[in-house]
C-alpha cells in the first residue's frame, strides 16, 4: 500500500472538510442554529415533514443525536412532532410557521453566498467534483473491512 498516497488524500478530505464547515458556521453567524440544526431546518423546508428515521436519513446527523437537536429545536418553537397519519405510534417532524420563516430567511443567503464560491465554476467542473465526491463515497459504502478499528468482527 503506498501510505504517502493513502495520507496525503485523507489530509485533502480532512482540509476541505474543514474549510467548508468554517465557510458554513460563518455563514450561520447570527442565525442562533447550530450545524445540525440548521440541517434539520434545510432539510425540512419546503416539506410536510418527516418521520424521525427518514430525517435522520436525509441528514448528517446521527441517529443518536437526532432527538436532542429535535428537542433543541422544539424549544426554540422552530419544529413541532404531530401524529403520523399513517401510523399513529409514529411521529412527523415538521417545521413550525416560525421554522419556515427562518428557513425563508437563511437557506436563499447560504445559497448566495454558494453561487460565489462556485461563480468561476462551469458545468463540467461541477460534473468533475460531483463524480469524484460519488466515487469517494462508494469506496466507503462499499468497503468490506473484516475487522472494526477495536478489532471485533463484523
Known amino acids: 500500500m503506498d501510505n504517502k498516497h493513502l495520507l496525503a488524500t485523507i489530509r ?3 482540509l476541505c ?6 465557510f458554513s458556521t460563518k455563514q450561520l453567524q447570527g ?10 431546518i ?9 418521520s ?3 430525517l435522520g436519513e436525509r441528514t448528517l446527523i446521527t ?16 419544529v413541532q412532532r404531530i401524529p403520523s397519519p399513517l401510523d399513529g ?4 417532524i415538521q417545521l413550525t410557521p416560525a421554522g ?14 454558494m453561487r460565489k464560491v462556485f461563480a468561476n465554476f462551469k458545468a463540467s467542473d461541477y460534473q468533475r467534483v460531483q463524480n469524484a465526491l460519488q466515487d469517494l463515497r462508494a469506496v466507503f459504502i462499499n468497503e468490506k473491512v473484516g475487522k472494526d478499528i477495536d478489532g471485533d468482527s463484523q
Do not use: C, W
Not at 441517529?63 to 422552530?78: A, M, Q, S, W
Open 52 to 54: 424521525p428515521k427518514e
Open 17 to 22: 472538510y474543514q474549510a467548508f464547515d468554517r
Open 100 to 113: 419556515e420563516a427562518q428557513f425563508d430567511e437563511i437557506f436563499p443567503l447560504l445559497l448566495t453566498a
Open 31 to 40: 442565525s442562533g442554529l447550530s450545524h445540525r440544526q440548521f440541517d434539520i
Open 12 to 14: 485533502q478530505l480532512a
Open 42 to 50: 434545510a432539510t425540512l423546508g419546503n416539506t410536510q415533514g418527516m
Open 89 to 92: 405510534r409514529s411521529q412527523i
Open 63 to 78: 441517529k443518536g443525536t437526532l432527538t436532542g437537536v429535535i428537542n433543541r429545536l422544539e424549544d426554540k418553537n422552530l
